[in-house]
């Protein structure tokens, strides 16, 4: 079984200063790695994936991640967050093959403070 | 345009009620699926289907049901089964080819309120 831990529930940063979202993951095969973000009362939205290939992925509002395999974590980062930025952030796998659900950790509410 | 509709937004049940939630997608995806989101406990898988006419349950299927009579409708209805039916439930869509990863999209989610 795969299971994602997402290690801070809140992270409260001023605007222009970078962040970092943490996520580790256990599972006994290879999988896909994912970053969600949902804002206040909507569905989620895709920011950013690792299938293969290099480690650094880039996603989209200038976020990036990094697959570190060795450690099994796969931490979101933003260079400088806005006041938008501020949403709940999903860290997610899935199987490569057979059940293709998602297996999600518990959030991280990203508070960006003026 | 193309996406997912989940209706209604808002949705009160009286304990003891069964209600059901509507999810459709015109983006001519295979696979469809319904997750929980609980403050707190991230998205967890209720039931997912592959297939028309097939859907397998995920980790939290009591209380639930479905069915999949069509490629663009996969409704979930809760039962007076579910306990602890209060929650805000997302359904996802995604092309179902068999040999790669394929993106899955949301849906806007229905809050559902046991009053």
């Known amino acids: 079984a795969q299971s994602v831990t997402q290690l801070d529930s809140q992270v409260p940063v001023f605007e222009e200063a970078p962040v970092e979202l943490r996520c580790n993951y256990s599972s006994s095969v290879s999988v896909y790695l994912f970053w969600y973000v949902q804002y206040p009362n909507q569905g989620l939205q895709l920011l950013l994936k690792?299938?293969?290939?290099?480690?650094l992925v880039k996603g989209i509002n200038g976020f990036e991640a990094e697959f570190n395999k060795s450690q099994t974590s796969f931490h979101l980062r933003k260079p400088s967050v806005h006041i938008s930025d501020t949403a709940e952030y999903f860290c997610a796998v899935s199987y490569f093959t057979g059940r293709r659900a998602l297996t999600f950790g518990s959030g991280t509410r990203l508070q960006v403070q003026p | 345009d193309g996406g997912i509709t989940q209706s209604p937004k808002y949705l009160f049940r009286k304990e003891g009620q069964n209600v059901t939630l509507s999810c459709e997608q015109n983006?001519?995806?295979?696979?469809m699926y319904w997750y929980r989101q609980d403050p707190g406990q991230g998205l967890r898988l209720i039931y997912y289907s592959q297939i028309v006419n097939d859907f397998q349950k995920g980790d939290i299927a009591e209380g639930y049901s479905v069915s999949r009579e069509k490629k663009e409708s996969f409704p979930l209805t809760v039962t007076s089964a579910q306990k602890n039916p209060t929650a805000f439930y997302l359904c996802?869509?995604?092309?179902?080819?068999?040999?790669?990863?394929?993106?899955?999209?949301f849906g806007p989610g229905t809050r559902l309120t046991v009053l």
């Open positions: 996802a869509s995604s092309i179902e080819t068999g040999g790669s990863y394929n993106e899955q999209f």
């Open positions: 690792y299938l293969s290939g290099s480690t």
């Open positions: 983006l001519n995806h295979d696979a």
